[in-house]
Each structure stands twice: as structure tokens, then as C-alpha cells.
């Protein structure tokens, strides 16, 4: 039927239409009205006082404003309704007081009543309306019209048939209407005759309001239905019905389509009222003008359904269901089919209502019905109880991924709090079963990211009503993705998983599992970090990484600890060490690769604290050279106990270690046993070369002669004896000196007294002889002292006018000779002595500079490393050992010559001999 609102705007539109056409300047205009006509139009009003002037000046400012007002809308986009009103009600209220001024000029404002009469209709003021429709003096159809539909608004039936008839007797183009109107006016009264005679002359009037005619054809089957009787819906009566499409429509296809609608109808209304035998012939006249079976069946089914259903002929039910298509149909063309197997669902629903246990045959006919429901309707969003009741059925069936599929297409705004619990709930237990029937066939990636969402991202384990706890649900999935991970262990998607499993476990309490989940991962990392091709500092701090994050009670975690150690030689391993040595004492044992590459780092690194703490724990297992290593590092460190651990020893190396540590002060020379005799001797004797008289020479000469033959022979005898070498060279000291006494004695013995000078000079000349063999004894002895004492010993410092240092140049070369040989090649020394030794000179602790240099001595290969290493001894600790065993394993080490030069400065030749050894390396260097 056509709501007679849109009859009633259709007539005001035309209405207003005429009015503003009235004025044919305003009838031409195609451009928006600027306000200034407005402006013009609102001054003429105001200046007018002719009232038929003012009335038709009304008319016309109507007019101008609605055409503003319509251009303002379309540029400005103001289509809020509240404020259309707003403009109506302004329109209205004006021409209200317009009405009030011109009411005394006795005109006739019968245009004015019309206006006013239209738009209080149109604002469904129904009331306002019909008091101006019925002030107007000569009413017109369409007046009479719109007087209708106000009435037949207000449920004044009586009054609005006499409007529509006045309209229906008076206007041949609004007759249709009119008779439509009265045809419904009379089924509002329950005139079911009178409403479809006028259905009838609707049809019959003309071919203008088609769609008047169209709704008509369709509205007259309600007194149709009412008023047939008959006990056969006959060939007559289907002719009837096509036969008055003719009337609808000159459209051949249009009316092939109004004539299966109606018969549809007629198939629908009389199973409506029972009258199934109707229906049955209706379809059979449906049947001759539908080709496509399938659209027969569509048709029928409902019908039919709704008859067996009510009959209880099960049996029939399913054979209709299962005839009908599996496919989705448009629901807006079998809305009757879609209803027709909700309401059988339904109905099979009631019985589990009724009976504990529903028979099996119902129970097929229930999940039947909701098959077939969402088979066809698929997106049906607004039955979701009956999602969720074949998703039950679904799931105990195992059917998981149907279940999915059919609460997948749930509407999201459910107001049913119980049935949104419940779909939710049940989606993910068939989630779960999905999931489950997944994992039991070839894995896929989308059984991965399947299981990846249920678990991490929606945490369905948290859902209410699973059947089992949280954790348990957890714990199933978990098994999932660690059984897909063995399968496929090099998945870096499965390994993500399972890492955003690990940082986000949210079941504390769940120790056991998190820690299965961070060995897996662990073992999985150790894999890749194995077969890696990264240089080994990376690998190290990837595998010190895969322990950090597993549980060191692991395998994994040791493993990957040991790694991170062994590979790397860096410092940090160091701290690697400690944790490896508290966690997993036992396997730091003394002849472990751990244990030895732990503390060859901490020496190297010479953190003397670590290495003790390695050591340490161990000392009941060390050999005797570890023993004197632990004594070393201790007294590096300043325990008294170190010192005794190595003494303890008595092996070379620890008294080795302790000479060094300890360096001895050069040896005293030990003087013979028979040196002071001889040199009392000598000082006796000496002390006896008195002068005497002439008369005594005869007896004193020979007796001093005899005494220094002796002393002089038991000199000889001592020197030949190869004393210490400063004895040596004292004994030569002591022959030159008594020698020169004994020569300086004999030539100053006196000469007679009384002699001429012939006599004095025969005298002399014969005791010259003697005189001259004595100074020849002295040169002889003085020579050997000059030449050969000073460079016996470098402690032989005296020196005097009768042995004055005068070294052969034989015995010089000797001495230069022996040093040559004792040079060594300036090869640069190795980089692990370099270390050390830069180490120690860095170091500021005496201690650790000395363990330092210790190891050094112990690590150099040869005399040039053992010199430099010797070397620095002496420049952090200036003592003499130091600096002579760097010249004993190096002579040309120019520091230490220059030491040496600085001691023997008293000795004249050694001086003289180091000053040429000093000259002779500057200038090779």
C-alpha cells in the first residue's frame, strides 16, 4: 500500500509548486537568489497595505525563501532535519500572523487556508490541517485529498471515506487514487467487500499512478484472502489474478512477475489459514509459469515444511531439506524459506524442552534444520542463538571446523548476555578442537599461525567454561607448539612463537613447563650458534647469551657456558669463568679444559685475585710446580703464606722463584786464610828497612835480602795458588810494593866515609850492579802489577806511584773479546714477553710487578728474553743481582753498562773497559 504520507507530499509538492510557479519572474530563475531579492521582497511586504496586494506578495516571499533556503542547503550541505523544521515552523508562523491581518480585509483566503492546511499536514499538525481544510470556500480534489489523508491520520475513518469519495467523484486523474484510499479506508473498518471493490476500481481507472495501481494489485489479496470461500482455488480464479495485471502494468515481463508474486502470496495466505488444499492448488497454477525446478522448490518448501511440521511427519520434513540446495540464496528473495526453516529448527528445538532424552530421529532433524539454515543463509548475522546451538551439536560431533565457520559469522552486538557467553565459550573449545585435529594431521603453515593466535594472541586458555582449568588448556597448546618445534626445528617462525611464549609465560606457578620451554629454546639457539660461520667472539657471546636465558641446571646451559669460554680470549670471559666455577664446581676440576683455559685468561690478563680464587680450591691436587705457581700468585698478593708454600717445596724451581723474589746481595769475598800472615809479614818486614850505618851492611843487607827472598817466594807460591781474584791482584800489589821498598832501601844505602871523589865514583860504579838488578826486580814487579792486577778484579781499586794502571793490550782485548761473545742479536722479543714486561712496568705494585717479571723469566726461551726480563727487574728494583744478570744473559745491553760503569769507577780499567763498551754500542747503534 502507498503510505498516504507519500500521497499527501507528492500532492503538497505539486501544490507549492503552483504557488510559487504564480509569479513567472520567479518561475524562470535557474540561479541562486541573492539575499538582496529577499531583502526586497520582505520591504515590499512591509510597505504594501492593499491586502489582496499583500496576499499575493505572501505567496510570493513563501517562494523566495524556500528557493534560499534550497540553495544554501545544496552549497552549504545543511541537511540537518531540526533545522528544516526550524524553517517550516518560521514559513508557518508567519503566514499565521499574515492571516491574522488580512482576516478583516474580507478577502478570500482560500489560497492562504490551502497553504496553511498543507504545511501543517506536512508537519503532521493533522489537526491544524483539517481546521484550514475545511475554511476553504471551494474546496478542490486535491484539497479534498489531503483533508483525507489528515483524517485518516487522526483514525477518523468515516469523515476521511467521504473526503476520498468527494475526490473519487469529482477528479478522473486523482480517481485511482482515490479509490486506493477508499479501499483502505474500509480494511481499516474491517469492510473487507467494499475494500476490495475499490481495489478493483483502483485498477480500472486509467493507466495514470502506476504505482498506486501496482500497490493496489498487491493490497487487494488481504480481502481477497478474507473473503474466499471457496473449497477450490480454480483456474477461473487464476485468470482473474493474471488478467487484472493487464490493468497494473503494459509490460509483459512486469506483469509475469506480479502475477507469480500474487499467486506466491495466495500460496503463503491460504496455509496461513489452514487452507491447505488452496494452497495446493495455487501452487499448481505457480508450477505452469515457473521453468526452473529449483525455483518451484524454493516456492513450495515453505509451504510444506510448515504443513508436514505441524503434521509430524518427521519423515517428510527431512526429505524437503535435504532436496533443497546447498548453496547460499538471497535471502531478500526467500525470506518465506529462510523463516520457514528457523521455525523448524525451533520447533525440533521444543522437544529437548519436553523430554530429557530427544529421540535420535529428531536430534537429525534439529542438526538437519541448522544445516540447511546456514547452508543457505551463511551471514545471517541475527540468529545467533541458533549459531550456537548447532555449533554444540557441531562440536560433539568433532566437526571443529564447521563449528568455527558457523560462530565465525555471529552478529557482535548480541544483547543476550547468556548466548554471547555461551558462543564464546564454545568457540574456543572448538578452537581447541580444530587445533587438536590440526596437530594429528601434516602440519601446515596455517595450523602454525592457527595455533599462534588461540595461544598468544587471543589466550583462549583464559576463556570461562572450557571444561578443564586455564592451566591445563595452557599447557595442551604449549604441547602443540613444542611437538610442532621437534618436527620442525628449524622454523623461525615456530622459534618466535615460542620466544613471545617465553617473555610473556603467564603461569608462574607453572615452573616445570617454563622451564621445558626455555630448554627447548636453548637447545634450539645452541643449534644455530653451532653451525654458525660468525667469527668465534660472536659465537661466544651467543652461546653466553643462550645460557643466560636457560636453566643453569641444564645441559644446555653448562655447554653453552663452556663455549662461550673456550672461544674467546677476550676479558669478559673471565666473569664467564667465575659463574662457570660456582654453578658447576665439579667439572672445574685442575686437568679440565675449562679449569686450564680459565687460568691461562686470568693470567694473561694477570688478575692475580681470580687466578687464586681457581687455584685455590684445588690445592690439595697440585704437583709440586703448581704448588710454587699458587705460593707465586699468593705472595704477588701479599700473603705471608705464599712464601712458605714455595720454601716448603725445595725444588729447583721454587728456590729458582725465591732467588729472584729474594735477589741475594753480591757474595763478600772471602779472604784467604793465609793473606793476613802474609800481609803482616810484609808490613813486619817493611817495617825492618831502617837505615843503617855502613858498618852494618855487611850483616843487615844479606839478612834483608834472605827476608824479602822469602816473603817475595811465599807471594808467588799464594798467587800460584789462584786465590780469589782481588787476592790475586792484592798479592801482585804487595810483590811491586815490597819490591820497591827493598829496591828504594838498597839504593839509599850509606857509602863509606873518607873516600876522594875518585874513590866515591869507583865505589858507586862498583856497587851499581846491585842497585840495578834491584830496580829491574821493581820494574818487573811493578810492570806485572800495572798490567795484569787492575784487570784480575774490578774490586781492586788501589793504586799508587809504583803500580799505576797500565793493562796490556792483550789482556784488553780479552776482556773485550769475552764480552763480544757474550753479545746477543737485537731480535725484537717475543709478544707474550713484551706483554709481561710491559705489564710490569706499568705496574705500581712491587709484588705484582715481581710476579709479573717472575713468569716472565719463567716463559723466556732464551738469553736475550731472559736479559730484558733481568733489565726491567733492575729498573723497578735497583739492585745489583738484577743488574748483573741482565749483562750476564746480555752484554750489550747498554742500561745495564752504564750501571756497571757506575761501580767500577774506582777501578781505572775497568772503567776505561766499560767506557769502551759503552763507546763501541753507541756506535753500532
Same mark, same amino acid.
Given at each position: 500500500?502507498?503510505?498516504?504520507?507519500?500521497?499527501?507530499?507528492?500532492?503538497?509538492?505539486?501544490?507549492?509548486?503552483?504557488?510559487?510557479?504564480?509569479?513567472?519572474?520567479?518561475?524562470?530563475?535557474?540561479?541562486?537568489?541573492?539575499?538582496?531579492?529577499?531583502?526586497?521582497?520582505?520591504?515590499?511586504?512591509?510597505?504594501?497595505?492593499?491586502?489582496?496586494?499583500?496576499?499575493?506578495?505572501?505567496?510570493?516571499?513563501?517562494?523566495?525563501?524556500?528557493?534560499?533556503?534550497?540553495?544554501?542547503?545544496?552549497?552549504?550541505?545543511?541537511?540537518?532535519?531540526?533545522?528544516?523544521?526550524?524553517?517550516?515552523?518560521?514559513?508557518?508562523?508567519?503566514?499565521?500572523?499574515?492571516?491574522? !491581518? /488580512?482576516?478583516?480585509?474580507? @478577502?478570500?483566503?482560500?489560497?492562504?487556508? %490551502?497553504? *496553511?492546511? &498543507?504545511?501543517?499536514?506536512? +508537519?503532521?499538525?493533522?489537526?491544524?490541517?483539517?481546521?484550514?481544510?475545511?475554511?476553504?470556500?471551494?474546496?478542490?480534489?486535491?484539497?479534498?485529498?489531503?483533508?483525507?489523508?489528515?483524517?485518516?491520520?487522526?483514525?477518523?475513518?468515516?469523515?476521511?471515506?467521504?473526503?476520498?469519495?468527494?475526490?473519487?467523484?469529482?477528479?478522473?486523474?486523482?480517481?485511482?487514487?482515490?479509490?486506493? !484510499? /477508499?479501499?483502505?479506508?474500509? @480494511?481499516?473498518?474491517?469492510?473487507?467487500? %467494499?475494500? *476490495?471493490? &475499490?481495489?478493483?476500481?483502483? +485498477?480500472?481507472?486509467?493507466?495514470?499512478?502506476?504505482?498506486?495501481?501496482?500497490?493496489?494489485?498487491?493490497?487487494?489479496?488481504?480481502?481477497?484472502?478474507?473473503?474466499?470461500?471457496?473449497?477450490?482455488?480454480?483456474?477461473?480464479?487464476?485468470?482473474?489474478?493474471?488478467?487484472?495485471?493487464?490493468?497494473?502494468?503494459?509490460?509483459?515481463?512486469?506483469?509475469?512477475?506480479?502475477?507469480?508474486?500474487?499467486?506466491?502470496?495466495?500460496?503463503?495466505?491460504?496455509?496461513?489459514?489452514?487452507?491447505?488444499?488452496?494452497?495446493?492448488?495455487?501452487?499448481?497454477?505457480?508450477?505452469?509459469?515457473?521453468?526452473?525446478?529449483?525455483?518451484?522448490?524454493?516456492?513450495?518448501?515453505?509451504?510444506?515444511?510448515?504443513?508436514?511440521?505441524?503434521?509430524?511427519?518427521?519423515?517428510?520434513?527431512?526429505?524437503?531439506?535435504?532436496?533443497?540446495?546447498?548453496?547460499?540464496?538471497?535471502?531478500?528473495?526467500?525470506?518465506?524459506?529462510?523463516?520457514?526453516?528457523?521455525?523448524?529448527?525451533?520447533?525440533?528445538?521444543?522437544?529437548?524442552?519436553?523430554?530429557?532424552?530427544?529421540?535420535?530421529?529428531?536430534?537429525?532433524?534439529?542438526?538437519?534444520?541448522?544445516?540447511?539454515?546456514?547452508?543457505?543463509?551463511?551471514?545471517?548475522?541475527?540468529?545467533?542463538?541458533?549459531?550456537?546451538?548447532?555449533?554444540?551439536?557441531?562440536?560433539?560431533?568433532?566437526?571443529?571446523?564447521?563449528?568455527?565457520?558457523?560462530?565465525?559469522?555471529?552478529?557482535?552486538?548480541?544483547?543476550?548476555?547468556?548466548?554471547?557467553?555461551?558462543?564464546?565459550?564454545?568457540?574456543?573449545?572448538?578452537?581447541?578442537?580444530?587445533?587438536?585435529?590440526?596437530?594429528?594431521?601434516?602440519?601446515?603453515?596455517?595450523?602454525?599461525?592457527?595455533?599462534?593466535?588461540?595461544?598468544?594472541?587471543?589466550?583462549?586458555?583464559?576463556?570461562?567454561?572450557?571444561?578443564?582449568?586455564?592451566?591445563?588448556?595452557?599447557?595442551?597448546?604449549?604441547?602443540?607448539?613444542?611437538?610442532?618445534?621437534?618436527?620442525?626445528?628449524?622454523?623461525?617462525?615456530?622459534?618466535?612463537?615460542?620466544?613471545?611464549?617465553?617473555?610473556?609465560?603467564?603461569?608462574?606457578?607453572?615452573?616445570?613447563?617454563?622451564?621445558?620451554?626455555?630448554?627447548?629454546?636453548?637447545?634450539?639457539?645452541?643449534?644455530?650458534?653451532?653451525?654458525?660461520?660468525?667469527?668465534?667472539?660472536?659465537?661466544?657471546?651467543?652461546?653466553?647469551?643462550?645460557?643466560?636465558?636457560?636453566?643453569?641446571?641444564?645441559?644446555?646451559?653448562?655447554?653453552?657456558?663452556?663455549?662461550?669460554?673456550?672461544?674467546?680470549?677476550?676479558?669478559?670471559?673471565?666473569?664467564?669463568?667465575?659463574?662457570?666455577?660456582?654453578?658447576?664446581?665439579?667439572?672445574?676440576?685442575?686437568?679440565?679444559?675449562?679449569?686450564?683455559?680459565?687460568?691461562?685468561?686470568?693470567?694473561?690478563?694477570?688478575?692475580?685475585?681470580?687466578?687464586?680464587?681457581?687455584?685455590?680450591?684445588?690445592?690439595?691436587?697440585?704437583?709440586?710446580?703448581?704448588?710454587?705457581?699458587?705460593?707465586?700468585?699468593?705472595?704477588?698478593?701479599?700473603?705471608?703464606?705464599?712464601?712458605?708454600?714455595?720454601?716448603?717445596?725445595?725444588?729447583?724451581?721454587?728456590?729458582?722463584?725465591?732467588?729472584?723474589?729474594?735477589?741475594?746481595?753480591?757474595?763478600?769475598?772471602?779472604?784467604?786464610?793465609?793473606?793476613?800472615?802474609?800481609?803482616?809479614?810484609?808490613?813486619?818486614?817493611?817495617?825492618?828497612?831502617?837505615?843503617?850505618?855502613?858498618?852494618?851492611?855487611?850483616?843487615?843487607?844479606?839478612?834483608?835480602?834472605?827476608?824479602?827472598?822469602?816473603?817475595?817466594?811465599?807471594?808467588?807460591?799464594?798467587?800460584?795458588?789462584?786465590?780469589?781474584?782481588?787476592?790475586?791482584?792484592?798479592?801482585?800489589?804487595?810483590?811491586?810494593?815490597?819490591?820497591?821498598?827493598?829496591?828504594?832501601?838498597?839504593?839509599?844505602?850509606?857509602?863509606?866515609?873518607?873516600?876522594?871523589?875518585?874513590?866515591?865514583?869507583?865505589?858507586?860504579?862498583?856497587?851499581?850492579?846491585?842497585?840495578?838488578?834491584?830496580?829491574?826486580?821493581?820494574?818487573?814487579?811493578?810492570?806485572?802489577?800495572?798490567?795484569?792486577?787492575?784487570?784480575?778484579?774490578?774490586?781492586?781499586?788501589?793504586?799508587?806511584?809504583?803500580?799505576?794502571?797500565?793493562?796490556?793490550?792483550?789482556?784488553?782485548?780479552?776482556?773485550?773479546?769475552?764480552?763480544?761473545?757474550?753479545?746477543?742479536?737485537?731480535?725484537?722479543?717475543?709478544?707474550?714477553?713484551?706483554?709481561?714486561?710491559?705489564?710490569?712496568?706499568?705496574?705500581?705494585?712491587?709484588?705484582?710487578?715481581?710476579?709479573?717479571?717472575?713468569?716472565?723469566?719463567?716463559?723466556?726461551?732464551?738469553?736475550?728474553?731472559?736479559?730484558?726480563?733481568?733489565?726491567?727487574?733492575?729498573?723497578?728494583?735497583?739492585?745489583?743481582?738484577?743488574?748483573?744478570?741482565?749483562?750476564?744473559?746480555?752484554?750489550?745491553?747498554?742500561?745495564?753498562?752504564?750501571?756497571?760503569?757506575?761501580?767500577?769507577?774506582?777501578?781505572?780499567?775497568?772503567?776505561?773497559?766499560?767506557?769502551?763498551?759503552?763507546?763501541?754500542?753507541?756506535?753500532?747503534?
Amino acid at each position: 500500500m502507498l503510505e498516504p504520507r507519500k500521497i499527501l507530499l507528492l500532492i503538497l509538492v505539486t501544490i507549492a509548486g503552483c504557488f510559487v510557479c504564480s509569479e513567472s519572474a520567479l518561475a524562470q530563475i535557474r540561479f541562486r537568489i541573492p539575499q538582496s531579492t529577499l531583502d526586497a521582497a520582505e520591504r515590499q511586504l512591509a510597505q504594501e497595505m492593499d491586502p489582496y496586494r499583500r496576499l499575493q506578495l505572501m505567496i510570493r516571499w513563501i517562494g523566495i525563501v524556500e528557493e534560499l533556503e534550497r540553495e544554501d542547503e545544496a552549497e552549504f550541505g545543511r541537511e540537518d532535519f531540526q533545522w528544516i523544521l526550524e524553517s517550516k515552523r518560521k514559513i508557518l508562523d508567519r503566514l499565521e500572523e499574515e492571516r491574522n !491581518k /488580512l482576516l478583516r480585509a474580507g @478577502l478570500n483566503l482560500d489560497p492562504l487556508h %490551502r497553504e *496553511l492546511g &498543507f504545511r501543517h499536514a506536512e +508537519l503532521r499538525q493533522h489537526e491544524e490541517g483539517v481546521k484550514y481544510f475545511r475554511l476553504l470556500t471551494e474546496p478542490t480534489p486535491d484539497d479534498f485529498m489531503a483533508l483525507g489523508d489528515s483524517l485518516f491520520a487522526l483514525e477518523k475513518l468515516e469523515e476521511a471515506n467521504e473526503a476520498y469519495l468527494k475526490v473519487f467523484e469529482s477528479s478522473k486523474e486523482w480517481r485511482s487514487v482515490a479509490a486506493y !484510499k /477508499l479501499a483502505w479506508t474500509a @480494511l481499516r473498518q474491517s469492510r473487507y467487500g %467494499r475494500a *476490495l471493490d &475499490f481495489f478493483n476500481r483502483s +485498477l480500472q481507472e486509467g493507466d495514470s499512478h502506476l504505482q498506486i495501481k501496482e500497490q493496489a494489485f498487491r493490497d487487494r489479496l488481504i480481502p481477497y484472502l478474507e473473503l474466499f470461500e471457496k473449497p477450490v482455488f480454480s483456474a477461473q480464479d487464476a485468470k482473474e489474478w493474471k488478467d487484472l495485471t493487464r490493468r497494473v502494468s503494459p509490460n509483459a515481463e512486469k506483469r509475469a512477475d506480479l502475477y507469480q508474486e500474487a499467486l506466491k502470496e495466495l500460496i503463503n495466505g491460504f496455509t496461513a489459514k489452514g487452507k491447505i488444499s488452496q494452497a495446493q492448488n495455487a501452487f499448481f497454477f505457480l508450477s505452469q509459469e515457473i521453468e526452473d525446478s529449483l525455483e518451484i522448490l524454493l516456492v513450495s518448501a515453505p509451504t510444506w515444511i510448515r504443513v508436514y511440521r505441524a503434521a509430524l511427519d518427521h519423515g517428510a520434513v527431512v526429505r524437503i531439506l535435504r532436496s533443497l540446495p546447498s548453496r547460499p540464496l538471497d535471502a531478500a528473495k526467500t525470506l518465506t524459506l529462510q523463516a520457514e526453516i528457523f521455525n523448524t529448527a525451533v520447533f525440533y528445538e521444543g522437544f529437548g524442552q519436553q523430554d530429557e532424552e530427544i529421540p535420535e530421529e529428531i536430534t537429525e532433524i534439529l542438526f538437519l534444520s541448522y544445516q540447511k539454515y546456514f547452508q543457505l543463509y551463511p551471514l545471517d548475522e541475527g540468529v545467533n542463538p541458533l549459531r550456537v546451538n548447532f555449533s554444540q551439536m557441531l562440536f560433539e560431533r568433532d566437526m571443529a571446523r564447521e563449528c568455527l565457520e558457523i560462530l565465525g559469522n555471529r552478529s557482535s552486538d548480541d544483547s543476550e548476555e547468556e548466548v554471547r557467553a555461551a558462543a564464546i565459550s564454545l568457540e574456543a573449545r572448538c578452537e581447541l578442537k580444530f587445533l587438536d585435529q590440526l596437530y594429528a594431521e601434516t602440519h601446515q603453515a596455517f595450523f602454525y599461525e592457527r595455533l599462534a593466535k588461540a595461544l598468544l594472541e587471543d589466550k583462549i586458555y583464559h576463556t570461562p567454561n572450557l571444561g578443564a582449568s586455564p592451566e591445563r588448556v595452557f599447557e595442551r597448546l604449549t604441547r602443540m607448539l613444542v611437538g610442532s618445534l621437534q618436527q620442525r626445528t628449524g622454523s623461525r617462525e615456530l622459534r618466535g612463537y615460542l620466544i613471545q611464549l617465553i617473555r610473556n609465560f603467564p603461569f608462574p606457578e607453572m615452573e616445570k613447563l617454563f622451564e621445558e620451554l626455555q630448554t627447548l629454546s636453548a637447545e634450539l639457539r645452541f643449534q644455530d650458534v653451532s653451525r654458525s660461520k660468525a667469527l668465534p667472539a660472536a659465537r661466544a657471546k651467543a652461546f653466553f647469551q643462550i645460557f643466560q636465558d636457560a636453566n643453569p641446571n641444564t645441559e644446555v646451559a653448562k655447554v653453552s657456558l663452556k663455549n662461550s669460554i673456550l672461544l674467546t680470549e677476550s676479558r669478559d670471559a673471565l666473569e664467564h669463568c667465575d659463574a662457570f666455577q660456582n654453578i658447576y664446581t665439579p667439572d672445574f676440576g685442575l686437568g679440565t679444559e675449562i679449569f686450564a683455559h680459565c687460568a691461562a685468561l686470568a693470567e694473561h690478563y694477570l688478575d692475580l685475585e681470580r687466578e687464586l680464587q681457581y687455584w685455590h680450591p684445588l690445592e690439595k691436587e697440585l704437583n709440586s710446580d703448581q704448588r710454587v705457581r699458587l705460593g707465586m700468585i699468593e705472595m704477588a698478593l701479599g700473603k705471608a703464606e705464599g712464601q712458605k708454600r714455595i720454601e716448603a717445596e725445595a725444588s729447583e724451581l721454587s728456590k729458582s722463584v725465591l732467588r729472584v723474589w729474594n735477589p741475594p746481595n753480591p757474595p763478600e769475598i772471602q779472604t784467604p786464610r793465609e793473606w793476613p800472615r802474609l800481609e803482616q809479614e810484609a808490613r813486619s818486614w817493611t817495617q825492618g828497612l831502617r837505615k843503617i850505618s855502613f858498618d852494618q851492611i855487611s850483616d843487615r843487607v844479606s839478612a834483608q835480602i834472605q827476608g824479602y827472598e822469602r816473603l817475595d817466594s811465599r807471594l808467588k807460591d799464594f798467587f800460584d795458588a789462584s786465590p780469589e781474584p782481588l787476592y790475586q791482584a792484592k798479592t801482585l800489589y804487595l810483590r811491586a810494593e815490597i819490591a820497591d821498598r827493598m829496591s828504594t832501601w838498597i839504593s839509599e844505602l850509606p857509602e863509606p866515609d873518607g873516600l876522594t871523589e875518585e874513590e866515591l865514583i869507583a865505589y858507586r860504579e862498583g856497587t851499581e850492579p846491585v842497585r840495578q838488578s834491584w830496580r829491574e826486580k821493581r820494574e818487573a814487579r811493578t810492570r806485572d802489577c800495572s798490567e795484569i792486577a787492575f784487570s784480575l778484579s774490578p774490586d781492586f781499586t788501589q793504586e799508587s806511584d809504583f803500580c799505576r794502571e797500565s793493562t796490556s793490550l792483550p789482556i784488553l782485548r780479552s776482556h773485550l773479546n769475552r764480552w763480544r761473545n757474550r753479545l746477543r742479536p737485537r731480535q725484537a722479543l717475543s709478544r707474550p714477553i713484551q706483554i709481561l714486561l710491559s705489564q710490569a712496568t706499568r705496574e705500581e705494585d712491587s709484588n705484582r710487578s715481581k710476579y709479573i717479571l717472575t713468569r716472565a723469566l719463567q716463559a723466556s726461551e732464551n738469553d736475550r728474553q731472559r736479559a730484558a726480563t733481568y733489565l726491567v727487574f733492575a729498573r723497578k728494583i735497583d739492585h745489583p743481582f738484577y743488574w748483573q744478570q741482565s749483562l750476564a744473559h746480555d752484554g750489550g745491553l747498554l742500561e745495564a753498562l752504564q750501571w756497571q760503569k757506575e761501580q767500577y769507577k774506582a777501578n781505572p780499567f775497568f772503567l776505561r773497559l766499560y767506557e769502551m763498551k759503552i763507546r763501541r754500542l753507541r756506535e753500532q747503534n
